[in-house]
Nanobody, 118 residues
Framework: VQLQASGGGLVQAGGSLTLSCVSS????????LGWYRQFPGKQREMVAI???????DYAKSVKGRFTISKDNAKNTVYLQMNSLKPEDTAIYYC?????????????WGQGTLVTVSS
């Protein structure tokens, strides 16, 4: 599948943004969908993931502020970001991770820039 992320932008500290990631194919059977971010000069890091069954996990730095969700009917995964901090400034990528006994693949969206001003 191909993933298209959107929703990034400039926001003041304390504000909110919602990122969306639309899949070109069904997300219903995808094992894990997630949001990752990358700071300049750093490796990409996990922000939030949601499993096929709806179980979620978050990085400690965003727990309680960010919420990941998905809408299987719209083939879309969301990241609601509240109480944003300047240190949340990064490029955010969505990810789909599928595996089965027969095949395994990963797909990444193109990234969307989130800038939080102080």
């Amino acid at each position: 599948v191909q993933l298209q992320a959107s929703g990034g932008g400039l926001v003041q500290a304390g504000g909110s943004l919602t990122l969306s990631c639309v899949s070109s194919g069904s997300i219903f059977r995808i094992n894990t969908l997630g949001w990752y971010r990358q700071f300049p000069g750093k490796q990409r890091e996990m922000v939030a993931i949601i499993t096929y069954g709806g179980t979620t996990d978050y990085a400690k730095s965003v727990k309680g502020r960010f919420t990941i969700s998905k809408d299987n009917a719209k083939n879309t995964v969301y990241l609601q970001m509240n109480s944003l901090k300047p240190e949340d400034t990064a490029i955010y990528y969505c990810n789909a991770d599928y595996f089965s006994p027969e095949v395994a693949w990963k797909s990444w969206g193109q990234g969307t820039l989130v800038t939080v001003s102080s």
